[in-house]
């Protein structure tokens, strides 16, 4: 969209330039040429008139000047000597639309900025001050001190320019209300999703993406606006981003998608789907949905299914024992009962013939049991590891109970082995509020 607006932007600001330049109204007439010039609707109202010669005279001068410098010469005179002039905001807006085209930004924005605070509801100086913002917001390096700035103004003509389309009446403007109204939306849309304000920036972005899908610079903040609510919309959030991978830059395609593909392998717990669900994005197609999550449950099926039991670690025996289906559960359980298993953990606290210990990372962090270490004898107090310590034993799995779990290791016994790194228990991110 960044071309599209553009083009709309120079369209609806240089369009007057073009009409100053037919013939030269006689003097005491209109300074707004009429030869060559569309019809104006009946109810707008009749061009105003310079009635003294010498103020008529520098204005002519001035907005006949074929090269883009003697004319801003020249309409920078007019205005300086002639501030009060009835054409006072018709020269300010010829002068905002020479210096666009002569690619003097900052010039284009004081000039723009001078216009709306003499016209309210000049729709090409506003146009052009809320996209000209948005592209400096979206183009600054991390922490430019004229952010700040840039996204009030960007907000304040984004919202001063949607609030002033019901009264356009100019023909050329009528033509692009559409377009300009897109201009707005993305400048407000931006100004929210900066702000966290999630819901404001998805109403006002998804507006413009469904009029313009191959912009990056609105599909892509899209998408963040999506993600980056409580909870987030995976679903729109996604496909968002699937769809600015693949309108990104060249250069940035790569890390967008990445980040997609992040983003939906999170939402749905694996893999299944991703490469039809990208190959549409690219396409250009409709809107695919992604495969609800799986449940705790599937994930303890994938489990069993993928991964013998004597392979699985600690973290995901309790996993499945907690999750899994009565058949998954009786698959891992039957396949380690009674078997001698060694393994690290972490003490939680000790008696002499029994010890609370956190098998699972996630436990660990927590400082919570989930394994009950019974010996035959009483540990000689020597050996016995202060609460908190790391260190390695083993066991003989003899019973369970899966809320809150438990697992009770038999015939105990310490081993001197060096500590290796617990493993993670595997987790599920999903409730039904994502879903």
């Not at 356009?168 to 100004?191: H, P, R, S, V, W």
């Not at 009029?211 to 996604?238: M, R």
């Not at 609800?292 to 024992?321: G, I, N, R, S, Y």
């Not at 009674?338 to 210990?357: D, H």
Request: aromatic letters at 8%; hydrophobic letters at 40%; proline letters at 7%.
């Amino acid at each position: 969209m960044k071309k599209i607006l553009l083009s709309v932007v120079l369209g609806v600001t240089v369009v007057a330039v073009a009409q100053t330049n037919t013939a030269a109204p006689a003097q005491g007439q209109s300074a707004t040429p009429a030869q060559g010039q569309a019809s104006a609707p009946a109810a707008q109202a009749q061009p105003p008139v310079i009635k003294d010669p010498a103020e008529y005279n520098a204005y002519v001068a001035a907005v006949g000047q074929k090269d883009n410098n003697a004319k801003i010469s020249g309409l920078e005179a007019f205005l300086t000597q002639y501030p009060n002039s009835v054409m006072k905001n018709q020269a300010l807006e010829l002068l905002m639309g020479t210096y666009q085209q002569a690619n003097n930004l900052k010039k284009t924005l004081e000039t723009g900025q001078k216009l709306v605070a003499s016209d309210t509801c000049n729709e090409r100086g506003l146009a052009l001050l809320a996209y000209y913002n948005r592209l400096l917001v979206q183009n600054a390096p991390a922490n430019d001190p004229g952010v700040p700035g840039e996204l009030a103004d960007m907000k304040k003509y984004g919202q001063e320019g949607l609030d002033c389309l019901p009264k356009i009446t100019d023909a050329e403007l009528l033509k692009n209300k559409k377009q300009m109204e897109d201009i707005f939306k993305a400048a407000l849309g931006i100004a929210a999703l900066q702000a966290g304000d999630y819901p404001t920036a998805i109403t006002n972005l998804h507006a413009v993406a469904d009029d313009n899908p191959n912009d990056f610079s609105i599909v892509y903040p899209l998408a963040l606006s999506y993600l980056k609510q409580t909870p987030p919309d995976y679903q729109n959030g996604v496909w968002f981003a699937a769809r600015a991978a693949a309108t990104a830059p060249a250069g940035a395609q790569a890390g967008v998608e990445k980040y997609a593909h992040g983003q939906f392998v999170k939402y749905r717990l694996e893999e299944e789907g991703w490469p039809e669900f990208i190959a549409a994005a690219k396409a250009g197609s409709a809107q695919v949905p992604i495969k609800p999550p799986l449940t705790p449950a599937d994930q303890a099926h994938k489990m069993v299914t993928e991964t013998a039991p004597d392979k699985m670690d600690f973290a995901t025996w309790e996993f499945v024992l907690v999750n899994g289906s009565q058949a998954d559960q009786d698959t891992v359980w039957n396949a380690i009962k009674g078997k001698a298993i060694a393994m690290n953990g972490t003490v939680i606290s000790t008696e002499p013939t029994s010890f609370m210990i956190a098998g699972s990372s996630d436990d660990i962090d927590a400082k919570k049991a989930d394994i009950t270490l019974q010996f035959e004898d009483k540990v000689p107090v020597r050996l016995i590891p202060k609460d908190g310590a790391s260190f390695d034993f083993q066991g003989e799995p003899a019973s369970y109970t899966s809320n809150p779990f438990m697992m009770v290791l038999e015939k105990g016994r310490l081993v001197n082995a060096k500590p290796a790194a617990p493993a993670h228990k595997p987790t599920t991110t999903h409730k039904p509020a994502h879903q």
